[in-house]
């Protein structure tokens, strides 16, 4: 934790999507959230008074957790974060969407259209503010435009031949920045995306 503190990292987003190790477990699967917690609040206080890293906790709501929500509030200022984010949750097979997604209609990330089928709520606007301020390095070094690039299918280069400033700036970089202003959902990654609809609920 000091290392991390001494690095000069502004914020760090530390998932945990559960208050305990059943529900947390559910979908990190092998996750022990035990660890989780130590290791969050022995980043906040290897800090010592410092303001960085602003540790953030994000909260994907699934329907297991749903009732969570205010106990993950006060976990997260008894562990010492800045803030806790509560997000509608990425499900990616139709089949298994009843499973997963919440019974209350506020923390869901999809609606049904007039044929039955399950959309994504909320107009796919031509804009991402993530493309000029986060990227993703994968384990293998890959530079991908942001999370949900999961299988890297959009590489804008790679760490291990060129540095992050060289890859931010490159014509790969710029010419998928002008691809999604144009017409965002022509992406893959972009259509099951909640970035400018409003799904995150601080």
């Not at 890293?53 to 909260?59: A, E």
């Not at 562990?79 to 089949?95: C, F, H, M, N, T």
């Not at 299988?151 to 760490?159: D, E, R």
Request: net charge positive; aromatic share 8%; with cysteine.
């Amino acid at each position: 934790c000091r290392r991390l503190v001494e690095s000069g990292l502004d914020r760090i987003i530390i998932s945990l999507d559960g208050t305990d190790q059943e529900s947390y477990n559910k979908y990190r699967m092998g996750g022990d959230f035990e660890k989780v917690i130590k290791g969050i609040r022995m980043l906040s206080e290897a800090r010592q008074g410092n303001r960085k890293p602003y540790i953030i906790i994000q909260f994907l709501v699934f329907r297991h957790n749903q009732d969570q929500v205010a106990e993950i509030r006060r976990l997260g200022k008894r562990l010492g974060a800045d803030r806790v984010i509560i997000k509608s949750a990425q499900i990616e097979y139709p089949e298994s969407i009843h499973e997963w997604m919440p019974v209350h209609k506020k923390y869901r990330r999809y609606r049904r259209d007039n044929q039955g089928e399950w959309k994504l709520g909320g107009k796919l606007k031509n804009r991402c503010r993530r493309l000029w301020h986060t990227t993703v390095i994968t384990t293998d070094g890959l530079v991908v435009p942001c999370c949900f690039d999961k299988l890297a299918k959009y590489p804008m280069g790679s760490v291990g031949t060129g540095t992050i400033s060289q890859i931010w700036k490159n014509t790969e970089y710029n010419d998928f920045r002008k691809k999604i202003l144009g017409n965002r959902k022509e992406t893959v990654i972009c259509t099951n995306c909640t970035e400018g609809i409003g799904r995150i609920y601080r």
